[in-house]
T-cell receptor, first 116, second 113 residues
Framework: GAVVSQHPSRVICKSGTSVKIECRSLDFQATTMFWYRQFPKQSLMLMAT?????????EQGVEKDKFLINHASLTLSTLTVTSAHPEDSSFYICSARGLGGGGGYTFGSGTRLTVV | GENVEQHPSTLSVQEGDSAVIKCTYS??????FPWYKQELGKRPQLIID?????GEKKDQRIAVTLNKTAKHFSLHITETQPEDSAVYFCAATPMNAGNMLTFGGGTRLMVKP
């Protein structure tokens, strides 16, 4: 079945630094990538949608200059949290759809970001 | 945009009993309704889904029903087991190319042995 590999699984960083999260589709072409954020005991909230080769579309309230999304290829999308602050600490998870992916939504394994 | 409401937020049942989780959605264009099980710190796992051209779907102990007129769908788990304990999310989307899933708020299911 379709697999999305997400790295890192956990990261701790200092306030003010940047962190990059990668999602790779291993056996299908991810034409669309969705990035979600999940705070403890809450639901998954969509941050942005990116289509390969295009600029990402951000949800209301999500700062595009803080959460940089790159989707330059059909197998790789990245989310960079710039100038991270403690309130950015959360579980970030990607979800991909695309050619050869069975038509469904394939989730990455998530990244637990802690900003200290 | 789509809005999905989910109830209850927590549900505690005795092992062997049934559990029912209900969701409503707002966008009549939505036509794909998946249910996910998420364990702490893990990715959501698809457990069952239903499309708008059917009213019910069953997979062993899990079933989902859909009422498009009323815009609600439900997850039914029978003969619950302790390993069913997790957070369950419903979602909805008009499943055209690129449309994102909108999730309900989640239900924390606890199955007591």
């Amino acid at each position: 079945g379709a697999v999305v590999s997400q790295h890192p699984s956990r990261v701790i960083c200092k306030s003010g630094t940047s962190v990059k999260i990668e999602c790779r589709s291993l056996d299908f072409q991810a034409t669309t990538m969705f990035w979600y954020r999940q705070f403890p005991k809450q639901s998954l909230m969509l941050m942005a949608t990116s289509n390969e080769g295009s600029k990402a579309t951000y949800e209301q309230g999500v700062e595009k200059d803080k959460f940089l999304i790159n989707h330059a290829s059909l197998t790789l999308s990245t989310l960079t949290v710039t100038s991270a602050h403690p309130e950015d600490s959360s579980f970030y998870i990607c979800s991909a759809r695309g050619l050869g992916g069975g038509g469904g939504y394939t989730f990455g394994s998530g990244t637990r970001l802690t900003v200290v | 945009g789509e809005n999905v409401e989910q109830h209850p937020s927590t549900l505690s049942v005795q092992e062997g009993d049934s559990a029912v989780i209900k969701c409503t959605y707002s966008d009549s264009a939505s036509n794909y309704f998946p249910w996910y099980k998420q364990e702490l710190g893990k990715r959501p796992q698809l457990i069952i889904d239903i499309r708008s051209n059917v009213g019910e779907k069953k997979d062993q102990r899990i079933a989902v029903t859909l009422n498009k007129t009323a815009k609600h769908f439900s997850l039914h788990i029978t003969e619950t087991q302790p390993e069913d304990s997790a957070v369950y999310f419903c979602a909805a989307t008009p499943m055209n190319a690129g449309n994102m899933l909108t999730f309900g708020g989640g239900t924390r299911l606890m199955v007591k042995p």
